[in-house]
Each structure stands twice: as structure tokens, then as C-alpha cells.
């Protein structure tokens, strides 16, 4: 999932920019916790940085690929990050609730909540959210948070603590290869 206030194919960081995925469940309290660090993250790298929300519903969270789906939708209306992270701001609410509340949080921030539920009906989403899966899967991704960079995976689902100065260190050493290579 990208969209323009992460960076993706509508507003993609420079070319050469190093990449961040940032495989996720959005009922995953784990994932929710992540935030955190995302959000540190695109503020320090701004737009140097391409950060990319990557599907990876696991099995025991109900409604999670039910989320990843609306997710995709939300990205259609323009409002995929805001969307996320109203989710993952509510994953006990979405693991009672279900697609209610992942249709609740659509209309709090003003999307076409209709068109979501439309969307999680027709499953024209599925391809997206499926593909993330594979990927993550044949990649390594066994739980969530699961972050990638410079071709690195970092296990973020057993703890959080030190990733975040790890991805950073990761990134500068990639811009530095950059800097290098153009200079």
C-alpha cells in the first residue's frame, strides 16, 4: 500500500530514494506500536526515504485481511495512510467488531464507507493483498511487524526495541551510497 503521504506511485519518492517496507497486519497491536517509529521515520527521511505498507494478515487476527482490502480502497478515495492508522488505532475494537467498525473508521475520515463495504464484497482487492502475502512469504516474513531494507529483514513482532535506530542506520548507509555514486 502506498499513497501520497507515505510516498508511492502517485507522489514516489526521488528514483534512487531507498525503499522501506514495512510488512504489516492491521489488527496486529504489534503493528499499531510500529506506528510510532514509522512516523519517526518519514519525518526524519522525509521524502528521501520511501516508506511502503506491505500486507501480511496472519491467520489468528479474524479480520485482518478484511482490513488490508479496505486499506487498498482507502488508497483508491486518496486517504490510505490516515485510514491505517485509524485501524491500527482501534485493532481491539476491529477484532470484536469486525467489518463494522473497519466501515466506521471509513466514515470518521470521510471516505465512501459504502464503497469499501462494496469493495470487501467484490473482492477487487484480493490480487493486491494476496500478492503482498506471497511476497512477504517467500521473503521470510513469518509475523508482524516485519521491516525491510537494503534488502535487510528485521524482525520487529518479538520486540521493538532498537529497530528503529537500526533502520535509520540502514537508510544513511544507503543515501550514503547514493551520495557516493552521484558524487
Not at 76 to 103: D, S
Not at 140 to 164: A, F, I
Request: charged share 30%.
Amino acid at each position: 500500500m502506498n499513497d501520497a503521504a507515505v510516498s508511492g506511485p502517485h507522489h514516489p519518492a526521488s528514483p534512487a530514494s531507498p525503499v522501506l517496507d514495512v510488512w504489516c497486519d492491521l489488527q496486529c497491536p504489534d503493528c499499531a506500536t510500529a506506528l510510532t517509529d514509522v512516523r519517526a521515520l518519514r519525518e526524519r527521511f522525509g521524502d528521501r526515504l520511501e516508506i511502503r505498507l506491505r500486507h501480511f494478515p496472519l491467520a489468528k487476527h479474524k479480520h485482518a485481511y478484511a482490513a488490508a482490502q479496505a486499506a487498498e480502497e482507502a488508497v483508491e478515495q486518496g486517504r490510505g495512510w490516515p485510514y491505517i492508522e485509524a485501524v491500527l488505532a482501534r485493532t481491539e475494537e476491529v477484532g470484536r467488531r469486525g467489518e463494522q467498525a473497519l466501515l466506521d473508521a471509513a466514515g470518521e475520515l470521510g471516505l465512501d464507507a459504502e464503497e469499501i463495504d462494496t469493495a470487501l464484497i467484490d473482492g477487487r482487492h484480493l490480487l493486491v493483498v494476496d500478492a503482498d502475502q506471497a511476497e512477504g512469504k517467500a521473503i521470510g516474513v513469518t509475523g508482524t511487524p516485519t521491516y525491510v531494507v537494503g534488502g535487510e529483514r528485521l524482525d520487529g513482532g518479538k520486540s521493538q526495541e532498537g529497530l528503529r535506530a537500526r533502520i535509520e542506520e540502514l537508510v544513511e548507509r544507503l543515501l550514503g551510497e547514493q551520495d557516493d555514486a552521484v558524487g
